[in-house]
């Protein structure tokens, strides 16, 4: 049996890419949470809590980005050297 569309990709995946998507997605489900708080007219407590961790959540989110850059220049240096 031939597998002549079969694409294999090699390259690898950033390092906190699963990390960045796990928060990414817990962000959203917050964002989705307090929207429905919102509606319901929920206590301004609760509601407030949940925009604390959003801006938490969005922090990380960017402080991971942010390493994730600089693996990848150490790695472009390494292959570099070599």
Do not use: H, W
């Not at 301004?44 to 959540?57: A, V």
């Amino acid at each position: 049996m031939k597998y002549d569309n079969v694409i294999i990709d090699l390259k690898q995946r950033p390092v906190l890419q699963e990390l960045i998507e796990d928060l990414t997605n817990k962000m959203l489900a917050q964002k989705r949470v307090l929207a429905d708080l919102e509606y319901m007219n929920g206590g301004s407590s609760l509601s407030s809590g949940f925009e604390r961790d959003i801006k938490l959540l969005n922090d990380v989110i960017e402080r991971c980005y942010a390493q994730q850059e600089l693996i990848d220049m150490r790695a472009e240096q390494i292959i570099g050297l070599n």
